[in-house]
């Protein structure tokens, strides 16, 4: 099954109005996308960030399960920030479910809003997000008391984090606020992910296993975008701290060459394989079809046949029905995929950061995750 190759230039849609509207200084959407992106309940912090609050943080509220990211690694998700420090991105992956009319580049364009700035408007805006929640009868008043006080931020929302010039320092502050951080890169910035410090847990994209698949799926803008990949892969296998390759599967596009798949994660060293369906949700709509959107089944049945080609490294370690994901580790965590928080604040709040944090460090048990009060009736 082919996809429309979309062209060299990937912007589809005119953000100007009629009267000619153009950018502010140093931001990078116009205020005509910035009000539709506001009755989408995105919030706008500066010139470059974004917040918006995940489905799974209202559900965890109102006691109705918890994320994938909760099972797998111990993230409470009524205390999960979801957003970004850059609205732009350098491809346009047609399973995505954002729109294309967010920005486009290789480079960083744009006015750079302090580190500082971003977090403390950022939390602000989640929260106040969040406010109408406090009314809620299917809300502990328990749980709500928690969420006012945000222990991990999702650096995933839309765009690309990794290439805001100051991410380094941005997650050093978000650290020392007792905040972890999960970052999620498309594997098109390798210098970027060479040069990014300890964060909790780094996540690559890993979309396709071969060049021809990559530029169908994700319609990237640089050229040399396979090696791109490629080199990024190479870097990630550099990480001491937790690294996860997140595979989507789409369904009669990316899902062939399993083995294939295997031998970019070994490139990558990764310490965990997430192997997820494509959603026919939002934007994604108007390029795919439901039938490319697989069934927990299928997902789980290929991320087999992926593991099959480990070299016995890794092994199945847990799955998530409602987020259609199964998670991969390595043998060496003996299926302990839960983050040791504490221990991480601890080793990285000190005058002489490192770096690159080792993994085993601060990681621990998965505990038994089953429906009790204090998981918020986590569903699974």
């Known amino acids: 099954m082919n996809l429309p190759i979309l062209g060299q230039n990937p912007i589809l849609e005119d953000h100007s109005s009629p009267e000619g509207e153009t950018l502010e200084a140093g931001s990078q959407i116009s205020p005509r996308y910035k009000t539709e992106l506001e009755h989408q309940q ?3 912090v500066g010139n470059h960030s974004a917040v918006k609050v995940c489905g799974w943080t209202k559900n965890m509220l109102r006691g109705e399960g918890g994320c994938y990211k909760f099972k797998f690694y111990g993230i ?7 957003m970004t420090v850059n609205m732009s991105c350098a491809n346009r992956c047609t399973f995505c479910w954002r729109g294309y009319k967010a920005p486009v580049s290789k480079e960083w364009n744009w006015k750079v809003d302090e580190p500082d700035l971003i977090i403390d408007e950022s939390i602000k805006a989640h929260l106040s997000l969040l406010n109408g929640f406090g009314g809620n009868e299917k809300v502990s008043k328990h749980a709500f008391e928690q969420s006012k006080h ?3 931020v999702a650096l995933s929302l839309t765009g690309e984090p990794i290439a805001y010039p100051k ?11 007792g905040i972890s951080t999960f970052l999620v890169t498309n594997a098109q910035y390798p210098e970027a992910i060479k040069n990014l410090h300890t964060i909790t847990q780094l996540y690559l994209s890993l979309d396709a296993p071969t060049e021809k698949i990559l530029k169908e799926l994700d319609v990237p803008l640089f050229s040399d975008y396979w090696e791109r990949y490629n080199q990024s892969l190479e870097n990630c296998a550099q990480k001491k701290y937790r690294t996860t390759a997140r595979l989507t599967i789409v369904k009669g596009i990316n899902d062939i060459q399993p083995e294939t798949y295997a031998q970019l994660i070994m490139k990558g060293d990764f310490d965990f394989v997430e192997i997820k369906g494509y959603m026919h949700v939002g934007e994604s709509q108007k390029r795919l079809t439901r039938e490319h959107m697989p069934t927990h089944e299928y997902v789980k049945e290929f991320g087999m046949k992926v593991l099959e080609s480990l070299q016995n490294d890794y092994e199945f370690a847990s799955e998530h029905v409602p987020s259609d994901v199964i998670l991969l580790a390595k043998k060496k965590y003996n299926k302990k995929t839960w983050i040791d928080f504490e221990k991480f604040f601890e080793l990285v709040n000190v005058k002489n950061v490192p770096e690159n944090l080792d993994a085993e460090l601060y990681s621990k048990g998965t505990q038994s995750v089953k429906e009790n009060p204090n998981d918020y009736l986590v569903v699974q």
């Not at 409470?76 to 979801?82: I, L, N, T």
């Open 150 to 152: 945000v222990g991990h």
């Open 167 to 177: 991410i380094n320092e941005l997650c050093r502050k978000f650290h020392e606020r």
């Open 76 to 82: 409470q998700s009524h205390k999960c920030m979801q």
């Open 42 to 44: 995105y919030r706008m």
